[in-house]
């Protein structure tokens, strides 16, 4: 057991000589711009400004390089117990991305396990060392939720019994964010989280761990406002990171700030290309091309989409990145055609889409929306039968994985295709009934942060519904709510003005319109949307 230990942990440790290893993180230190950071520890005073250098990276999720700097002063310092604690972290990876895979799993493990025998750690860092352990800590049978939580309550018993310790303030209230559940609406672990780090960010308006984490916290419809700030900040802060760059597109996203988030993700692309971050690069080209697409610059979207399989191609799924894993970077080259489709409401091209299988259920299921979407509503509803039940099969292998949270999200993505299945069929008021219970399900949750949105949100496609069906009034509800929960959206400002019109209510109609012309004014494209409402404002 102790050779399989030693082996696992060596090879989280760089091949690179020790003194080439630490003159290149030399190097690092004195050229990035990741921010400001101080996180006191026992080991040997000559690898301070390396240590620090790794939080920061481990503060902006980047976590390949946080490792790199780890495993240069353990090089120097073999008895630094709190560089295996940065190993296990980065292990561990993006907090908000979902469950771990085994191989993490087993090198987080023997991290924090050699963290725990190494060395002669204070008794606070013994505190880090033994939460960390504690994501790790019967992996194999105790579900991934319960060892989130049990981290959660070590970090806490960090900040309780050192409470001198404002980097552990800042790792709890990550913690705690990191736990929050997707339905519940009073945002109680995001508010808790952002009650801790908003004071510091005001008493260290330098540091990255801030900004970054209080972006995550605030990244709800509810809340997106109060993370402006840190959103307009952060990329400032740590401008050599390229998640510092794309986060703030996060919330920019979330309150319809699309130019905002255009210029953030094209540098956090171009930063993650220069830095071989495969998985980074395709994450930000997602949220590039989600808010393209509301301002109608489909040319450049048809770009983004262009490039994207070339990107894919050095995505290396066994290796250690940044803040975005593997699974990100699939899920960023499925949704984008996947949207380049649905957003123009191209329902053939939609059905049309290829089927390229990937290592994650999840991601699978967003061709096969978009493919059943687009069927049904081209005329076709037959041929979506086979990609709704293939969305069922794909929500029953995420049951058998215990991944509730995406299996709950593919079943509504199931729902809402057989809903426009039945309408596209004559069953009109059984499909308005069945969409509007997906969207009431959808409402209970949120979006991951894989993601900028739904790829349709469900409560829009019910208004597009309603609108067919001659029911403008409950239409205008639905693109209503859902402006409101998704302001910013061209589909939902359209919407909204066509419901408006129809019922009668010019005035309403023409300040949708006009909002639609706003959100669009960049447009690259004449989309029939934009001269119906250009006529319409003129006219009226």
């Not at 000559?46 to 240590?51: L, M, Q, R």
């Not at 099969?393 to 949270?405: C, V």
């Not at 593919?410 to 069945?434: H, K, L, N």
Request: glycine share 6%; proline share 5%; charged share 25%.
């Amino acid at each position: 057991m102790i050779r399989i230990l030693a082996a696992l942990v060596s090879s989280l440790v760089l091949a690179a000589p020790a003194l080439a290893q630490h003159e290149e993180h030399a190097a690092a230190t004195s050229t990035e711009k990741l921010g400001t950071v101080e996180f006191a520890t026992s080991c040997a005073p000559p690898v301070k400004a390396e240590f620090n250098h790794a939080v920061a990276l481990l503060h902006s999720f980047e976590f390949r390089r946080a490792a790199e700097g780890f495993n240069a002063v353990l090089e120097r310092d073999s008895s630094c117990a709190m560089a295996y604690w940065g190993l296990a972290l980065c292990q561990w990876g993006n907090p908000f991305a979902g469950l771990k895979t085994g191989a993490l799993l087993e090198r987080g493990n023997a991290a924090a396990q050699k963290g725990l025998a190494t060395g002669s750690p204070t008794p606070r860092e013994r505190a880090y060392l033994e939460a960390v352990a504690a994501l790790y800590k019967d992996y194999a049978t105790v579900p991934h939720r319960e060892r989130g939580l049990a981290y959660e309550r070590g970090m806490e018993r960090v900040e309780r019994e050192f409470p001198s310790d404002e980097e552990g303030r800042m790792f709890y209230a990550l913690a705690v964010s990191q736990n929050a559940l997707s339905t519940d609406k009073t945002y109680a672990n995001q508010l808790k989280a952002g009650a801790i780090l908003e004071p510091l960010f005001k008493k260290y308006p330098d540091h990255p761990g801030l900004a970054h984490y209080i972006i995550h916290a605030y990244d709800a419809p509810a809340l997106a406002p109060k993370a402006l700030d840190a959103a307009r900040r952060y990329a400032s802060i740590a401008p050599s990171a390229p998640h510092a760059l794309h986060m703030p597109s996060h919330t920019f996203t979330r309150v319809g700030y699309w130019k905002d988030s255009i210029e953030t993700n094209i540098a956090s692309e171009r930063t993650s290309l220069e830095q071989n971050v495969a998985g980074e690069a395709l994450h930000a080209m997602d949220y590039q091309t989600y808010a393209y697409l509301q301002t109608a610059q489909d040319q450049k979207a048809l770009a983004v989409m262009r490039r994207a399989p070339a990107v894919l191609a050095r995505l290396d799924v066994n290796a250690m990145g940044g803040a975005a894993p593997p699974v990100a970077g699939f899920f960023a080259s499925a949704a984008i055609p996947a949207r380049y489709a649905l957003e123009r409401g191209a329902w053939a091209q939609a059905a049309a889409l290829e089927v390229r299988p990937s290592p994650f259920p999840h991601v699978d299921a967003i061709t096969h929306f978009a493919r059943a979407v687009g069927a049904a509503r081209s005329g076709n509803p037959a041929a979506a039968a086979a990609d709704v039940q293939r969305l069922a099969d794909l929500r029953d292998k995420l049951l058998e994985m215990k991944d509730a949270y995406w299996s709950e999200q593919v079943d509504i993505q199931r729902r809402v295709a057989e809903a426009w299945i039945a309408f596209a069929e004559g069953q009109r008021e059984q499909g308005i009934e069945m969409l509007r219970a997906a969207a009431d399900a959808e409402d209970k949750t949120d979006k991951a942060a894989i993601t900028p949105g739904p790829l349709a949100p469900a409560r829009e496609l019910l208004g597009e519904m309603l609108l067919e069906a001659q029911d403008a009034k409950a239409a205008l509800t639905a693109f209503e709510a859902t402006m409101a929960k998704e302001p910013g959206r061209f589909r939902g400002a359209y919407g909204a003005a066509r419901a408006a019109e129809a019922a009668g209510d010019r005035a309403a109609a023409r300040g949708h319109y006009k909002r639609l012309l706003e959100i669009a004014g960049a447009a690259d494209t004449s989309r029939p949307e934009l001269e119906r409402a250009r006529a319409f404002v003129k006219q009226s």
